[in-house]
């Protein structure tokens, strides 16, 4: 049965989105961090999504041509914004520089906010896709009662 | 009545409905995992215009080429088996900055439609085996 490839590439966008809602939240959790691991504030990160074929593996050699075109998503790479960062002046703070302006992370807490509600819709869709196809195979199933 | 005669075109033609619609649901579920894919266009499986051309030109006897210069009657070779569908693209009236083409309305649309009508040929298939059965037992 070829449901199997539908939930598949259902679970792979969730997945994806998933990323994506870490990578909100920890740009919201650091939207203030002046201090990270590699120096300097912390820099906004974005996910780059890009869409594989979803054949390949033990399934494509199982299945003739079933998912041939289908294409599943993939987080490819995750990208750290370049944009300058946020200058705030504030002398007394440890990380200000000479002018006494601090550099503060390149992120946008209410962009974070509107792409937290579009990654939410995109999970709500693929959940619905899969339970679509749950439900389709389960009918198919009650056939044989 | 041959066993042909049971399992007849209504079967045979259910049979693959139900195929292409399943094929037909990875391509939206294809769709929405790529609803934020920079430069996606979605695809879909399209076959009702096969699907009926196929079933349209089933019947009127079978005559067969025998000579290359015969013109084979429409339809000859083109049956229901032979249905395999289209990969069509299907992209939004307006495609966004990053070259994405997937409107999720649009297809949240399709996947319903094709959930009902999938799930609507699984009826008619079961109700067709039921009746069967009742002509099988001869009682109700």
Redesign the interface.
């Known amino acids: 049965?070829?449901?199997f490839?539908?939930?598949d590439?259902?679970s792979?966008?969730m997945a994806?989105?998933r990323t994506?809602m870490n990578l909100i939240s920890s740009n919201i959790a650091n939207a203030n961090s002046t201090r990270t691991q590699e120096g300097g504030p912390y820099r906004r990160k974005d996910p780059?999504?890009?869409?594989v074929p979803?054949t390949g593996g033990f399934k494509s050699v199982m299945d003739r041509d079933?998912?041939?075109?289908?294409?599943?998503?993939e987080v490819a790479q995750i990208r750290e914004d370049q944009s300058p960062p946020r200058m705030q002046y504030d002398p007394t703070h440890p990380d200000a520089d000479g002018q006494g302006y601090v550099a503060l992370p390149n992120v946008n807490v209410i962009e974070e906010m509107v792409d937290m509600i579009?990654a939410t819709?995109?999970y709500e869709?693929?959940v619905?896709?899969?339970q679509?196809?749950k439900?389709?195979a389960m009918?198919?199933l009650?056939?044989l009662r | 009545m041959a066993l042909d005669g049971i399992f007849d075109t209504t079967i045979r033609l259910l049979e693959k409905n139900l195929d292409l619609r399943a094929r037909n649901q990875n391509f939206i579920s294809a769709n929405l995992a790529n609803a934020e894919t920079p430069g996606y266009i979605p695809t879909n499986l399209s076959f009702e215009g096969e699907l009926k051309e196929a079933l349209k030109n089933r019947g009127g006897g079978s005559a067969s080429v025998t000579n290359p210069r015969h013109i084979p009657l429409k339809g000859q070779g083109g049956g229901l088996d032979k249905v395999q569908g289209r990969v069509i693209e299907t992209p939004a009236a307006s495609i966004g900055k990053d070259g994405n083409g997937v409107e999720l309305e649009n297809e949240m649309g399709k996947l319903v439609e094709n959930q009902i009508l999938y799930n609507a040929t699984v009826q008619i298939v079961s109700k067709q085996f039921e009746s069967l059965k009742t002509a099988i037992k001869g009682s109700i």
């Open positions: 049965m070829d449901f490839t539908s939930m590439v259902s792979s966008g994806a989105e994506r780059v999504f890009s869409a979803a079933g998912a041939a075109g289908v294409k599943k998503v579009s819709r995109a869709a693929n619905t896709a899969a679509a196809a439900s389709m009918k198919t009650d056939l």
